[in-house]
């Protein structure tokens, strides 16, 4: 088996190569029919575009080579449903065997009911922020009860269809405007048909939006827990919650996963943070977060790009988490490397000191 050696001074680390990709995201769009107010597409600068679909066979192709790939999941930073050739998309997918999911919206599901079913897709995460109509329009930008339709609807249809996929899961924004409403979220889950719930924080990308995170010591998370936790089993839903304070544990789950993302233009990027570039703030603190890429898969094979020397390293460095915490490092406020996350001060390129996915704080599907 063909190894890399990683240098580290006086040490060298051997890492064998291998194409162990179990998850591939593949952003195939990153338009939207929408425009969240805590949305990367609201803040970033990169331009809008989609993958057409002979790029995406050509991808798909690239894939077989991976032996473990287990998942190809539809999401980055756009919604993947108004792609124009989103049903030739999973068609293809699922005749090859993979398992399918998809982030979205769900504005649109209705119009796809018969082929999301038909071609057996395995699973879709909706985002829903709020039970309440008038939260939810202040947040997403649109009128939940179109929301509701769309899922009742895709449901109805399983029914009548005697199908049990594609399961039906809940993403949900946790914010100081919505946190007080939370409690109605599992009446709604149960009256949707949906038995999975990902709870994740928000991630802020302005001033203003850094003054709505729940974890800055403000929400009693532990009661908010505890009284989700207490309706498990009335409405028979899976739960999972993030964490809410900064603790020693760094775990990225892109790379405990054997995960990557690929851009709409082919642009490999390590994870969802580095798709993109774009301004975050960490706990009030700006930060520019630079897009990184490890190649181009329209440009050279997926399969060197995965086990390339560079992609290798980063991958061997965040797992066994050698980089620097910035965001509890005293010098943060002071320290020229936690402007943006080209370097950081051990050397690593980009940096990973700030990452608050890795902190667990932040949750993605």
Same mark, same amino acid.
């Given at each position: ?74 999401? &980055? /930073? ?13 068609? $293809?997918? !699922? @005749?090859?065997? =993979? ?93 949707? &048909? /949906? ?13 203003? $939006?850094? !003054? @709505?995170?729940? =974890? ?150």
């Amino acid at each position: 088996m063909e190894k890399i050696e990683l240098n580290y001074g006086d040490y060298i680390v051997v890492v064998p190569k291998k194409l162990d990709l179990k998850k591939v995201y593949i952003e195939i769009t990153n338009k939207c029919n929408l425009n969240c107010k805590m949305c990367f597409r609201r803040f970033w600068k990169d331009p809008l575009g989609e993958m057409d679909f002979e790029g995406f066979k050509e991808i798909f192709e690239q894939l077989k080579e991976f032996p473990s790939l287990e998942t190809v999941y539809l999401g &980055g /930073i756009g919604e993947p449903t108004v792609h124009p050739d989103f049903v030739k998309i999973i068609k $293809l997918v !699922k @005749e090859a065997g =993979y398992r399918l999911e998809f982030g979205t919206n769900g504005t649109r599901l209705a119009n796809y009911a018969d082929d999301l079913i038909n071609y057996g897709v395995d699973k879709i995460m909706v985002s829903i922020d709020a039970p309440d109509p008038a939260v939810y329009r202040d947040i997403r930008g649109t009128d939940f009860m179109s929301v509701e339709d769309n899922v009742l609807a895709l449901q109805k249809r399983k029914k009548e269809l005697k199908k049990a996929l594609p399961e039906i899961g809940m993403e949900v924004v946790i914010m100081k405007s919505n946190v007080h409403l939370l409690h109605g979220i599992l009446p709604l889950a149960n009256k949707l &048909g /949906i038995n999975h719930i990902l709870f994740s924080n928000l991630m802020p990308f302005s001033e203003s $939006l850094s !003054k @709505e995170i729940a =974890y800055d010591g403000s929400v009693d998370y532990e009661q908010l827990i505890d009284t989700l936790n207490a309706d498990i089993g009335k409405y028979k839903v899976r739960l999972e919650f993030p964490k809410f304070n900064l603790q020693t544990d760094r775990i990225c789950q892109f790379i405990e996963k054997k995960s990557t993302v690929i851009r709409w233009d082919g642009e490999v990027a390590p994870c969802y943070r580095f798709l993109h570039s774009y301004t975050e703030y960490i706990f009030g603190r700006k930060k520019e977060v630079i897009a990184h890429s490890f190649g181009n898969v329209f440009k050279e094979k997926l399969t060197d790009i995965w086990t390339s020397k560079e992609y290798e390293t980063f991958r061997y460095i965040v797992k066994n988490a050698i980089y620097p915490s910035c965001t509890d490092c005293q010098l943060r406020d002071v320290c020229d490397f936690t402007k943006n996350t080209e370097f950081d001060c051990w050397g690593n390129y980009p940096s990973c000191g700030d990452c608050l996915w890795a902190r667990g704080l932040i949750q993605c599907p």
